[in-house]
């Protein structure tokens, strides 16, 4: 695979633009200024920018409730972002949604998702627009190997394999859903092959691979932008914090072999190794990419906390339940 050195460092760039919203929302979650929850992406940045790196800004996609990590790939504005995570009237969702419900029509990023599976309807939804509208777009679902236990991912893969619908459902399969294995909760080894039930491709990978994530993603939107349906994408991957951030700091679940495997997966600094390697990032870029995200983050972290937070009077605007 040949890419362009420039979309190679930007790949990086976002990467650690992603690692390091995620770190600075924990840290400020816990110092108490982000109410509600923050799920860190950290660890699983690769699927997010290996993907999203296939699509074009009229491309859908549709978000877990792990969702801070595919809105940045999607190309979402971090200060807003960060507005919305500590609950301000300039936020995303103007501080009323919160961490799981940043959308960002402009740039086709369609949703975040408290809700486990429900995105999967919804890119079938949007992937079903784009057929009917003919201008090769595509939606790309992601949601985890939990989520793939619920009925909206079979009712979409067989809708979506019925119609030859334009979608890549990518799984992010970091081996568990909260505090159960996937080994526990799945009634396969892997998520790829239910493919087979709905007639459409299946396909793993590493998921620590920015590459590998890119060229799986790749062939798979091509297939949908020429017609041919949908494919599953299955990414092998690595959460390395508790499920969600809490008060109080209680212990992760999960035994501490899973909890340090994941350090020993860094996709960032894997990325980092094979760039500079090869010549394509010199140490002096690899740090001041580092330094601008750092940068770029403190703004993002001062337009929060200097924002306003919503007027009680506002309370009910933009709310469309009677
Ligand atoms: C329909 C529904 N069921 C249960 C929950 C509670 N819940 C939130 S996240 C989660 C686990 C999801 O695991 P997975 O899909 O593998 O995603 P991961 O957290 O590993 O990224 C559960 C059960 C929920 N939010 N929605």
Redesign the pocket.
């Known amino acids: 695979m040949t890419m362009e050195p420039d979309m190679l460092i930007d790949m990086y760039r976002r990467m650690v633009t992603i690692r390091t919203f995620d770190r600075r929302a924990v840290e400020e979650f816990h110092a108490g200024n982000i109410p509600g929850v923050v799920?860190a992406?950290i660890g699983?940045e690769a699927v997010a920018v290996g993907v999203c790196s296939n699509l074009r800004i009229d491309d859908k996609i549709t978000s877990?409730?792990?969702g801070h990590g595919h809105t940045i790939a999607k190309g979402a504005d971090v200060k807003l972002m960060m507005a919305e995570l500590f609950g301000r009237s300039n936020g995303y969702c103007k501080g009323k949604g919160g961490s799981m419900h940043i959308a960002d029509f402009s740039i086709g990023m369609l949703g975040a998702n408290?809700?486990?599976?429900?995105g999967l309807p919804i890119a079938t939804g949007a992937a079903l627009a784009a057929q009917m509208d003919g201008n090769g777009g595509v939606a790309v679902c992601f949601?985890?190997?939990?989520?793939?236990n619920?009925g909206t991912f079979h009712s979409s893969l067989n809708l979506a394999s019925v119609w030859k619908l334009p979608v890549i459902f990518v799984c992010?399969?970091?081996?568990?859903?909260?505090s159960?294995p996937?080994s526990q909760?799945l009634s396969v080894a892997d998520v790829a092959v239910r493919s087979a039930s709905y007639d459409i491709p299946g396909v793993i990978a590493d998921g620590i691979d920015v590459l590998a994530v890119y060229e799986s993603t790749q062939e798979a939107v091509r297939r949908a932008r020429a017609g041919e349906g949908p494919t599953l994408l299955e990414f092998k991957t690595h959460?390395w914090r508790i499920?969600?951030e809490q008060k109080g700091n209680p212990d992760d679940p999960r035994p501490q072999e899973a909890r340090d495997s994941g350090p020993q997966h860094d996709p960032i600094a894997e990325f980092a190794r094979r760039l500079t390697e090869q010549g394509l990032m010199s140490p002096s870029l690899l740090q001041q990419i580092h330094q601008e995200v750092e940068d770029l983050m403190s703004e993002a972290v001062d337009f929060a906390k200097s924002s306003p937070v919503p007027r009680p009077e506002d309370a009910l605007l933009d709310v469309f339940a009677p």
Do not use: L, P
């Open positions: 799920h992406y699983e877990t409730h792990r408290g809700i486990v599976g429900a949601f985890g190997d939990g989520a793939s619920e992010e399969n970091n081996g568990w859903a909260v159960v996937a909760g959460r499920h969600s």
